[in-house]
């Protein structure tokens, strides 16, 4: 049964719903639609007075199809340029704090979004008593063109905006200010180490798969990638490119010119992400991140067979060792680097395995962490995964994920001990 709640916030009024005993409330802006002279251009603080109708789902930054939607499955969500919203779950806006989450999706800054259904935090809520909000925040050129003298890395200025949002609002949502924990994979859980690594507004970290700075490009290679962009596009100037349409920027991704420029960079690293521009990111980010790992309280995991899930890799040896390269020794290194500066630390990897394609590839974790295997039921990654082998895998991670979450310890010892998930 689904019946309308009312939040009450310093800005107004959310009017949200509650279904199975945990309300929702969506598409909340936390900041101005960067539209106009907005787009490209840091987050501005949210406007909206009075009554919000919360009760929708918010939409998803402009994107492509993701380059792992062989081993996830697609997803339909609805895509504008005005999606700078979170979504939360609360069992309550009862005045109650509750330790929170706020959750940075994947999909190397190119693709995803926090409103989509494979990331429905409502199990996660009501299992543990907690607070879960999932962002949106800008992809590809709309958040990560590098072009010099303009604000560089504004889709990471947005996830800090949304935490901000959520260290002002959350107590009128039924959640503690002082207890966020900041969950992320992939792109988002490297999000988090910048975030770290520049004024920290969280203590506690679950990172998965995260490549730990291995994404981030120089300020002259991202300028270089970006004259390229601007021009395949049919912009003259960063000026031009605010006035173009979106489809001539997606479209300009995949311009023959970008794609010989991207490849002859030569790092395999994806077309737009964090940017070493000297402001946002200081230019040499390996001291950075290492005092950044003494910031939080971390739970790092990583899958064994992470390439799988990339087209052209799979589960051979190869494969595999390129996997630990780029996600399993970062993260171990990351958990060694927290305890040596008086962190606590906890390590996991993901083996569930469901088909011999993709194995425990990249991503694999997330129906487990969220309870949300049916929005995953399309997955190729899962098929064959019995209800059981799903269910107990799914008691077992989130038990241990809302044990951190809570300030409290999973059920294994700390790093270097590597707990196995299967």
């Keep these: 049964m689904r019946e309308r709640v009312k939040a009450t916030l310093r800005d107004g009024t959310l009017v949200g719903v509650r279904e199975g005993g945990v309300c929702r409330y969506g598409a909340i802006p936390y900041a101005q639609a960067p539209v106009g002279d907005l787009r490209f251009a840091p987050p501005q603080p949210a406007a909206w007075r009075g009554e919000l109708d919360a009760t929708g789902t918010g939409t998803v930054a402009p994107q492509l199809a993701s380059r792992l939607r062989g081993a996830m499955g697609d997803f339909d969500a609805q895509q504008s340029e005005d999606c700078l919203h979170l979504t939360v779950w609360t069992p309550a806006a009862d005045g109650k704090r509750r330790p929170v989450v706020v959750w940075l999706h994947g999909g190397a800054w190119q693709s995803g979004g926090g409103a989509l259904d494979w990331y429905d935090g409502s199990r996660l809520a009501q299992r543990g008593d907690v607070v879960v909000v999932a962002v949106n925040y800008r992809l590809a050129a709309l958040g990560w063109l590098y072009v010099p003298g303009q604000t560089a890395n504004v889709g990471l200025l947005d996830q800090e905006a949304a935490i901000d949002w959520v260290c002002a609002n959350i107590q009128d949502l039924g959640g503690d200010p002082e207890h966020i924990t900041v969950m992320g994979q992939s792109a988002g859980a490297s999000s988090i180490c910048a975030m770290l690594a520049r004024k920290p507004r969280f203590s506690r970290a679950i990172l998965q798969s995260a490549a730990l700075g291995r994404g981030f490009r120089s300020a002259r290679q991202a300028d270089a990638l970006g004259q390229v962009f601007l021009r395949a596009a049919g912009a003259d ?45 200081p230019q040499d980010i390996a001291p950075a991140l290492l005092k950044a790992a003494g910031r939080a309280d971390v739970l790092a995991c990583y899958t064994r067979d992470e390439m799988a899930a990339f087209p052209d890799h799979g589960t051979d040896a190869a494969s595999h060792q390129m996997g630990d390269a780029v996600f399993g020794a970062p993260s171990r290194l990351w958990a060694r680097q927290a305890l040596a500066q008086g962190r606590d630390a906890w390590l996991a990897r993901f083996d569930v395995a469901p088909t011999d394609r993709f194995g425990a590839c990249h991503c694999i974790e997330l129906p487990f962490v969220f309870g949300t295997l049916r929005a995953f039921a399309g997955a190729p990654m899962l098929a064959g995964l019995s209800a059981a082998h799903g269910e107990q895998l799914e008691n077992r991670t989130q038990a241990a994920w809302l044990a951190f979450i809570r300030g409290e310890a999973p059920d294994w010892p700390q790093a270097p001990h590597l707990q196995i998930l299967a």
Excluded: K, M, Y
């Design 237 to 281: 100037s960063f000026a031009a490119a605010r006035a173009l349409p979106v489809s001539a920027l997606l479209a300009a991704q995949q311009a023959p010119e970008v794609v010989q420029a991207l490849r002859d960079e030569g790092s395999s690293r994806s077309l737009f992400g964090p940017v070493l521009d000297g402001q946002v990111l």
